[in-house]
């Protein structure tokens, strides 16, 4: 097929879901047991402390109010 010197660009979905096809290739069919699963449950602990911090900033309270301040405390020697 001839594009009279023009590119064809894939979408952004189909060029997304070539690279997860890839992605799973390599931790499927590609990589040995002993790689595989420390890289999963290393993934899975990112999104898992990603989930929480997000959670935390949403309905936590704001970082302001929790540390207290005393500024005029005396010094104990």
């Known amino acids: 097929m001839d ?3 023009e590119s064809i660009l894939a979408s952004r979905w189909g060029t997304s879901w ?5 992605i799973f290739a390599a931790f499927f069919h590609d990589m040995p047991d002993w790689v595989r699963y420390p890289l999963l449950a290393l993934g899975g602990a ?3 402390h990603l989930a929480l911090g997000r959670l935390r900033e949403r309905f936590g309270a704001p970082s302001g109010e929790d540390e207290a301040v005393q500024a005029n405390e005396a010094d104990v020697r």
């Open 3 to 5: 594009t009279g010197g």
């Open 18 to 22: 070539d690279i997860a096809r890839m």
């Open 46 to 48: 990112v999104l898992v």
